[in-house]
């Protein structure tokens, strides 16, 4: 997905470094350039115009470092300005006190929940912690047998439940007696995804919210979707108050606005 918007940077950047020297006209037309590369990616136009409008006064003005060459300046400005947008410090996930710690994941149908519910167990684990996991997707019948199968693979443990039961809190609060019983310090909740945000499902993740006491409540987004990402993230947010992100299918292609 960086790929392309990083290809046609350093092809603006490549175009710049032919260019002895750096006047008025070519940064106006590389710095178009790299607008243009933004927009494609669908990152947010208020995004772009905030991010060109920085680069713009920081290679006009007083941040430009002489040892570099015009060229190299631009290209450190708009690395920097990257930098600064993307953020600059990772966070971690935070436990609680008394454990076991619950991590909600919720997000849309299809997002990639039950990936990324196998991918964040395996990491922890990792971590040297000792995670269980749980799908409360009653509404799909295959849904917890996917997950199911992903913590086989992965050889992580995961609470199944009776096969019969229907409630996702009676799921939820199971693994959760499960781990305190045995020791599993965190507790990933899978949760069903809908197409669209729907009243139901609100409900049902605030239930659940007040039921478990999550410590992370984590929005699962399609980075392909780019802004409806974003559109359904906030959404997500002032119903539930997210606590995080996680952006799946960064592999795929070229929108990577949503991040
Ligand atoms: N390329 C790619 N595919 C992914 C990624 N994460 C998930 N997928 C694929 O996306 C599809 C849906 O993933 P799931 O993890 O089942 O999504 P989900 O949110 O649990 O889906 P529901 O439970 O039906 O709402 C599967 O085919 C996954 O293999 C990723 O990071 N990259
Ligand atoms: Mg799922």
Redesign the pocket.
Known sequence: MFESLSEKLQKVFKNLRGEGKLTAENMDSALKEIRMALLEADVHFKVVKAFMESVRVKAMGQEVLTSFTPAQQVIKIVRDELVAVLGTHASRLRTANTPPTILLIT??????????TGKLARFLSKQGHRPLMVSV?VY?PA?RQ?LAVVARDLSLPVYEGKPEETKPLELARGAKREAEQTGRDIVLV?T??RLHIDEELMVELSELKVALNPTEILF?ADAMTGQDAVKSAEQFHQRLGITGVIL?????DARGGAA
């Open positions: 997000g849309l149908q299809g997002s990639g929940k039950t990936t990324s997707d799909r849904a996917q899978d069903a995804g699962v799946t299918k960064m592999d795929g």
